[in-house]
């Protein structure tokens, strides 16, 4: 599963950054800690459930839920097992077995009544701010589905943060970040025109009622004529101008937009060299009536950060198909490079299902 959204801020320094993690652990509410647990127990049917808090190796347990094994206040070991590679590599980590996982001590997890878990960063401005973890009694309790639980679970608990904690600087910065995005500048520069050709117009109107109370002379009218058609044909052009740059504006923004599209097919046996995380798919309950089996291939599309941005499969029962898709889309690959770039690739990978 890939890293969970994050809010960046690149223009704090790590000192700042460090005492802005410290503020946000401070208005973090028991309660709201204790209704994220709950759910992610209620939402995975799992035992137990419990959240931490802090920088790894600091991180203290702040809320439980169900059967648990931790107790609030207490550090969370996040220098090995599952929860040492969900910190280390910031992704959500999976273990269906406990019994069968090398990264567990089964001794312990037998004694302490765990089966099977699942360990979800909590991210915040770029930095780790915690871990949501789900238990049970029973192996191979969690699917994909349960994942994706988390997943969701641990982005809905940093949009709560974040709402709480922006200031109104914080909301100034981001709307002229946005408006620069979308021609902030130019739009200063259309004001500015916009205001000049007002006060030819002004000028231009003011004449003629002059003129009318003056009962000017034809050459004063003819004088006249010439500057409202020259104000016309300025404003025609400002005018023109504006529409040309707003195009252009939009067209910029639709290609950063674009999907990003393979530079490469890979052979699957090189990209198997760089796999740091996958997920076997679970057998559908609803295949075994019929005993589906067979191997699904499937076109996988990996990203320059080495996420799976898109995954297709090419033949087989939907079923099936379906569940390989669910499976690999968690898969983590480490970048594929091209004269030292990393680049958005494609690559065929292949699911055996059997009943």
């Known amino acids: ?42 939402n995975t049917r799992a035992t137990g459930a419990a959240m931490g808090l802090g920088r790894p190796g600091e991180m203290v347990c702040r809320a439980t839920a169900g059967d648990c094994p931790s107790e609030i206040g207490a550090q969370i070991n996040s220098a090995s097992g599952v929860t040492g590679l969900c910190v280390l590599s910031g992704t959500i980590q999976y273990s269906k077995n406990a019994e069968l996982d090398a990264r567990l001590d089964a001794d312990s997890c037998r004694a302490l009544g765990i089966a099977s878990i699942i360990v979800a960063p909590v991210f915040y401005q770029d930095q780790l701010l915690g871990l949501i973890e789900v238990f049970s009694q029973r192996p191979y309790a969690f699917g994909a589905h349960d994942l994706q639980a988390m997943e969701a679970l641990s982005e809905e608990f940093c949009a709560n943060l974040r709402l709480s904690l922006e200031s109104t600087h914080d909301s100034i910065h981001e709307v002229r970040s946005a408006s620069d995005t979308f021609g902030g500048g130019r739009n200063q520069d259309h004001l500015a025109r916009i205001r000049k050709i007002s006060v030819y117009a002004v000028a ?11 009962r000017w002379k034809p ?33 910029k923004n639709e290609k950063t937009m674009e999907p990003q599209r393979p530079q490469a097919h890979v052979p699957a046996i090189e990209m198997e060299k760089l796999v740091t995380h996958r997920m076997d798919p679970e057998y559908p309950e609803a295949a075994r009536p019929g ?4 191997v699904i291939a499937l076109d996988v599309v990996v990203g320059r950060d080495g996420s799976v941005l898109d995954v297709q499969a090419l033949n087989g029962p939907e079923v099936l198909a379906q569940a390989a898709r669910d499976a690999l889309r ?15 690739v494609e690559t065929t990978m292949a699911v055996e299902f059997k009943p």
């Open 1 to 42: 599963m890939g890293s969970l959204s994050t809010l960046r801020t690149d223009s704090i320094s790590p000192g700042e950054s460090q005492t802005k993690l410290a503020e946000q652990l401070d208005c973090v509410s028991d309660d709201s800690l204790r209704e994220i647990v709950q759910k992610a127990a209620r």
């Open 204 to 214: 231009v109107v003011a004449s003629f009622l002059i003129g009318l109370r003056e």
């Open 219 to 251: 050459a004063g009218w003819v004088f006249l004529l010439l500057s409202v058609a020259i104000l016309v044909a300025v404003l025609w052009w400002h005018w023109n101008r504006g529409w040309k740059d707003l195009e252009s504006g939009l067209q």
């Open 291 to 294: 005993k589906l089996q067979g």
């Open 330 to 344: 968690w898969w983590r690959f480490k970048p594929y490079r091209l004269d030292g770039q990393p680049v958005v």
